[in-house]
């Protein structure tokens, strides 16, 4: 299994700022996933993140809004750019070796 | 083609019962199920997975029958308690290009009652 944290695990921000929320999981992974789960809702990938290349979105989802870094192989970021309130959702990041395995979550509020 | 279905929304069961969530996918190259449980506040844990290589899977009190032909599948929890109570979440992906490029279900809220 593969432990996963994450911070920060809540904020409130404003609109029009940025927040990058970071990923360390205890182990190495190839593959890193960031996922966003609205309110009482299921999760919806936002993009796979690679050790060293470009993340790939899913559809719905634009590098310039959401840029991934992965800098190794146990860490990686994602970046919520020029917030607006329909950000406001729990972000999740997972990794593991043939299981996936689910950070804590980021809350993030905009105002 | 890529979604998958999951029910009920909702499920309310009393101590000692069995619980069963179901879940129904389009993408025949589908090919690893698991199951994940979510309590308020924390990110969804993964309980037990499959391949379509078996029937059935048996961990515990939690089991998962699939359905190949029917492109089915479904989550049985065992004498069911309070602690089980939690968001269960189905899901899918295709192994070849990744197992963590998942699609999840809906979501289904159990309640159990003691």
């Known amino acids: 299994s593969a432990v996963i944290s994450q911070k920060p695990s809540r904020d409130i921000c404003q609109r029009g700022t940025s927040l990058t929320i970071q990923c360390q999981v205890d182990s190495q992974v190839t593959m890193m996933f960031w996922y966003r789960q609205q309110p009482g809702q299921s999760l919806t990938l936002i993009a796979t993140a690679n050790q060293g290349s470009e993340a790939t979105y899913e559809s719905g989802f634009v590098i310039d809004k959401f840029p991934i870094s992965r800098p190794n192989l146990t860490f990686s970021t994602l970046t919520v750019s020029n917030m607006s309130p329909e950000d406001s959702s729990i972000y999740l990041c997972?990794?593991?070796?043939?299981?996936?395995?689910f950070g804590p979550g980021t809350r993030l509020t905009v105002l | 083609q890529q979604q998958v279905k999951q029910s009920p929304q909702s499920l309310i069961v009393q101590k000692g019962g069995i619980s069963i969530i179901n879940c129904a996918y389009e993408n025949t190259a589908f090919d690893y199920f698991p199951w994940y449980q979510q309590f308020p506040g924390k990110g969804p844990a993964l309980l037990i997975a499959?391949?379509?290589?078996?029937s059935e899977k048996k961990e515990g009190r939690f089991t998962i029958s699939f359905n190949k032909s029917a492109k089915q599948f479904s989550l049985h929890i065992m004498d069911s308690q309070p602690g089980d109570s939690a968001t269960y979440f189905c899901a899918a992906s295709i192994v070849g290009t990744s197992y963590g490029k998942l699609t999840f279900g809906q979501g289904t809220i159990l309640t159990v009652h003691p």
């Open positions: 997972s990794g593991g070796v043939n299981e996936q395995f």
């Open positions: 499959i391949r379509p290589d078996v």
